[in-house]
């Protein structure tokens, strides 16, 4: 938690979808290529077997045309991208991939517009995002969230499928450290503000993480980490410096952030 330092609180705040960036950022999720691709990540998806000749291919364009050329023959080598999506698309009947709605990813989240699926989507990111946006919209705390998790998955309107859901998304939370998941939720919110740059949420990153490195969290992690050959973000043996997100206090974030 914390920020990966590489100015990833500027980008999870732009996805495609307005509380996709929250659930990366917060559960350490990988997203695969549809994921990439769905969320604005990633403009085309190429098999590796393709990249030779597209490497040829893009070595024979003209100088002249270079800037119109490129794009075609990227797009003719793709299996599908942000644009035509035809990877994406040609399990789904009677519809095409749903363009996500300009939306000045800027404003205030209760005013963006929900965001829907004209079919199931195969994204696992997006399909989070979908059954639990209300929840990540609706909380500005690592602690709101968690209890809005609690209650989605005993919730029996949410089914069993979306009660599963709710009680994955919240183990990933909670296997993590409080302190850093609050700063992690901060970093995303700051970094969506309509005068941040990519430079400015580095710096931003860096002067958390700094601190963050000094916490009693990182070091037994680190040391956990170290014995058992491994960098999973699991508990340290004898648990966080605070035992719920609820011990966290806006003075120790703030902290973490003081300039």
């Given at each position: 938690?914390?920020?990966?330092g590489?100015g990833?609180s500027?980008?999870?705040?732009?996805?495609?979808?307005?509380?996709?960036?929250?659930?990366i950022?917060?559960?350490?999720m990988?997203c695969?290529?549809?994921d990439q691709?769905?969320?604005?990540l990633?403009t085309?998806?190429m098999?590796s077997?393709?990249?030779p000749?597209?490497?040829r291919n893009?070595?024979?364009?003209?100088?002249?045309?270079?800037?119109h050329?490129v794009g075609l023959?990227?797009n003719m080598h793709s299996?599908?991208?942000?644009?035509?999506d035809d990877?994406?698309s040609?399990d789904?009947p009677?519809?095409e991939?749903p363009?996500?709605?300009?939306t000045?990813?800027?404003m205030d989240?209760?005013n963006?517009p929900?965001?829907t699926?004209?079919?199931?989507a195969e994204?696992?990111?997006l399909?989070l995002?979908?059954?639990?946006e209300?929840?990540f919209?609706?909380?500005?705390?690592v602690?709101?969230?968690v209890?809005?998790?609690?209650?989605a998955?005993?919730?029996?309107e949410?089914g069993p499928?979306?009660?599963?859901?709710?009680?994955?998304?919240?183990?990933?939370?909670l296997?993590?450290?409080?302190?850093?998941?609050?700063?992690?939720?901060?970093?995303?919110?700051?970094?969506?503000g309509?005068?941040?740059t990519?430079?400015?949420?580095?710096?931003?990153?860096?002067?958390?993480?700094?601190?963050?490195l000094?916490?009693?969290?990182?070091?037994?992690?680190a040391?956990?980490?170290?014995e058992?050959?491994?960098?999973e973000?699991?508990p340290p043996?004898?648990?966080w410096t605070?035992?719920?997100?609820?011990?966290?206090?806006k003075?120790?974030v703030?902290?973490l952030f003081?300039?």
């Amino acid at each position: 938690g914390g920020g990966d330092g590489a100015g990833g609180s500027y980008v999870l705040g732009r996805l495609n979808h307005p509380v996709a960036g929250k659930i990366i950022a917060l559960t350490g999720m990988e997203c695969r290529a549809f994921d990439q691709l769905a969320l604005g990540l990633a403009t085309h998806f190429m098999p590796s077997d393709r990249m030779p000749e597209l490497e040829r291919n893009l070595a024979d364009i003209a100088r002249e045309t270079m800037g119109h050329s490129v794009g075609l023959v990227v797009n003719m080598h793709s299996d599908g991208n942000s644009e035509t999506d035809d990877f994406l698309s040609h399990d789904i009947p009677d519809g095409e991939w749903p363009r996500v709605d300009e939306t000045d990813m800027y404003m205030d989240e209760a005013n963006i517009p929900p965001f829907t699926f004209g079919f199931t989507a195969e994204s696992a990111v997006l399909c989070l995002a979908a059954s639990l946006e209300d929840i990540f919209r609706r909380e500005r705390t690592v602690a709101g969230i968690v209890t809005g998790l609690q209650a989605a998955a005993e919730d029996e309107e949410m089914g069993p499928h979306g009660r599963e859901v709710a009680r994955e998304v919240l183990s990933r939370i909670l296997a993590r450290s409080p302190l850093a998941q609050e700063a992690t939720l901060r970093l995303i919110s700051e970094g969506r503000g309509s005068g941040e740059t990519m430079e400015s949420c580095m710096a931003r990153e860096k002067r958390v993480q700094l601190r963050l490195l000094q916490k009693g969290d990182f070091k037994a992690w680190a040391a956990r980490a170290g014995e058992h050959g491994c960098a999973e973000c699991e508990p340290p043996a004898n648990g966080w410096t605070h035992r719920h997100v609820k011990d966290v206090t806006k003075e120790e974030v703030d902290e973490l952030f003081a300039v």
